[in-house]
């Protein structure tokens, strides 16, 4: 408005640069975002008003527990984190979709509607989002225009388009994608939600019903699509997924804690964690086995061995069954029971399953005489009485022994018949005699069981009891696991699918995969797809250059990796003093943004953590994310899935001789860093890293 001076003059206003059509466009997001923030907040105070007056409301206990949890998981979902951005891409439809033409919708983590129901924010995985990830200038998608948000501390600060409608595409060289890969990272993991690559969310959204195997080196988001893949699967699917459950399966607790944060933060609270260890810990590990008895133990002939020694146990009936029943006795011959068994074992149950089978029939056979001599039929509580009668139960234990997991891995390793029954055909006499030598306790009860036992105890109670199953199984790592745990896995996912996510590259462990076909038919998908992840998003070319000289000593069949990151630095130094060098070049890594990872061989990380406190330089362990340190000194046997902005590895020769894939750990070592690399040295490196890279 003009001004008006003391005279009663009008004055125009002071020269102000009128705004620029960009910056009105930007104050115009920046509005959509606070009003969509606004809405958020009112969703959630709505949602928790209803949590506060929910069990009022409802008409029994059950109903009302019901009700609180789902209200109290809304509450949760509707969280707000002024960090993130609420949105982050925008959709523009073109004047000929048939359905959206002319609208445009903003894409970010969640639903937000405002007080009329109309959509402020679509959900990344509602099916209209789904062109902000794959349409491109070739395949418009009915998209006009597809703009992306930059953000600085939870404000939008920018934003970038792309006239599909005019051919234009940034693809990969979009300053924002950029800017989100090269960021400094510290703590825990993020989501990917505003950067999804097309390949990666071809993978994101196949079919609940698809079991995908994902090859891809090292950084090329395997993680991420792991978990944007259970986000998007629980929202596709949310009712019958909340029934069955989501698992994901990693490789150890520091690496579950590193990515625990990034479901919640897509509104996804209720998924369960485990390693492959947590979810075959039917008994306490209290013993180590000898590497080539562990070996033995996690081979799948095992499964053969279990099932054939369980099988032995179901023997052919030798007395007929007398039960007294008041002035009544009750006879039934051998001929019968036979039958009875033999028709029970042929219908493959679990083995608990079906000694309850035949208990079932012998009762039975037990009613129809009882019925046949007095003329009316027998009630519940005879037929209850009957099941328990000591005859009936002497016959089965005889015939059909009870049996427990821990009972029968007893047997096996513990009693030589068993074992030489079970086994013949199956293990060489090399290799009975290895599992001979277990030391076992006289009982189940009095064993001290390893991990590898674990293992063989879990495969026995899938022998024995059905296993209850998950909808979906995201595994990771999945390179490292071995045959009869993919078996432990498949028992879990009978039922459901599986996401596979590993590099053959990457394997460590003695049985690691080498072969993802045969990975996947002991996990019960030998027709799941296998889908090889090429473009790195985390390790910069040249450090990719430089442990990819490891590839071929591997012994693997991958495709290497290409970097997105031209950035970075790589520095391979020998030094005389590690400990002096180490706390140096971190001194040196803390003077830039982000986190610091020392990757040392297991046994030198105290003597490293010593070294770093000695100078004044506090650190964390792998595990605790959540930690202020901003160095973290790691085992190499622990860093597989985690990843550091600057990282320092200690020592290459150490970790490579520290066990017998060596040369695979280190790959794995050399493979964390985001921004840059420091290896430090002594002994000479190992062999493929000491030659001179090939022209
Ligand atoms: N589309 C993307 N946009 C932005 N960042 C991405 C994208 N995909 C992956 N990243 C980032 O790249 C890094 C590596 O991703 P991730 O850990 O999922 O890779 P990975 O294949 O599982 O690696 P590894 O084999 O080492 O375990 C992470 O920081 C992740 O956030």
Known sequence: ????????????????????????????????????????????ERAQSLFATGDKVAGDAYTAEQLGRHLARRVAELADDPATALFFGRLDFGPTDPEHAGRGYHVGRRHVTDERGEPLVLDWRAPVSRAFYRASARDPQGIAVRRRFGFSAGALTSFEDEHL????????????????????????????????????????????????????????????????????????????????????????????????AVLPALGEVEVAQATVEDLVARVPVRAVDDPAVAALKHDPRMAGVLRRAADALITAPTEPIMVSDGSFRWRIGLDPLH???????????????????????????????????????????????????????????????????????????????????????????????????????????????TAADTVLIDEAAGLIERTTGFGHVVVDEAQDLSPMQCRAIARRSEHGSITLLGDLAQGTAPWAATDWRESLAHLGKPDAVVVPLSVGFR??????????????????????????????????????????????????????????????????????????????????????????????????????????????????????????????????????AVSGLSVLHTAPLPGPLAEPPAA
Request: charged share 25%.
């Open 339 to 449: 039958r009875v068994i033999e028709e029970t074992r042929r219908e493959g149950l679990p083995y608990d399953t079906g000694r309850e089978r035949v208990r079932a029939r012998v009762v039975g056979l037990l009613q129809r005489q009882a019925e046949a001599r007095r003329a009316e039929s027998p009630g519940d509580a005879w037929l209850r009485r009957m099941g328990k009668a000591r005859p009936v139960t002497a016959f089965l234990d005889a015939a059909w022994p009870a049996l427990t997991p821990e009972g029968l891995v007893h047997s096996v390793l513990g009693d030589p018949d068993v074992l030489a029954t079970a086994a013949d055909g199956l293990l060489t006499d090399g290799e009975q005699a290895l599992l001979r030598g277990t030391k076992l306790g006289r009982t189940p009860k009095a064993t001290r069981w």
């Open 539 to 672: 390790v910069p070319a040249v450090v990719v250059a430089f442990a990819n000289r490891l590839l071929p000593a591997l012994a693997v069949d991958v495709p290497p990796a290409v970097s997105l990151r031209h950035d970075g630095a790589l520095d391979v130094r020998a030094v005389a003093d590690l400990a002096a060098a180490t706390v140096a070049e971190v001194r040196a890594a803390l003077g830039h943004d982000g986190s610091v990872g020392v990757i040392a061989a297991d046994d030198a990380v105290d003597g490293l953590r010593a070294a770093l406190a000695a100078a004044g330089v506090p650190t964390a362990t792998a595990d605790d994310v959540a930690a202020s340190a901003r160095v973290t000194v790691v085992p190499a046997t622990l860093v597989k899935g985690l990843e550091y902005d600057h990282v320092v590895v200690v020592e290459p020769a150490a970790i490579v001789a520290a066990e017998q894939r060596g040369l695979h750990r280190l790959y794995v070592a050399l493979t964390r």
């Open 1 to 44: 408005m003009p001004a008006t001076d003391e005279r009663g003059r009008t004055h125009p206003e002071p020269a102000q640069p009128a705004p620029t059509r960009l910056e009105t466009e930007l104050s115009t997001e920046q509005a959509h975002l606070e009003t969509s923030r606004l809405a958020l907040r009112r969703m959630r």
């Open 165 to 260: 409608d005019r051919g234009e595409e940034l693809g990969t060289a979009s300053r924002i994608l950029t800017a989100e890969i090269e960021r400094p990272r510290v703590g825990p993991m993020r989501d990917i939600v505003a950067t999804i690559q097309p390949e990666q969310d071809e993978l994101v959204r196949a079919d609940l019903a698809d079991s995908i195997c994902v090859q891809g080196a090292p950084g090329t988001g395997k993680t991420a699509v792991g978990l944007h893949r259970a986000a998007y699967l629980l929202y596709l699917h949310r009712e019958r997924l909340r029934r069955a459950g989501v698992l994901i399966v990693g490789p150890n607790r520091a690496f579950l804690s590193y990515i625990a």
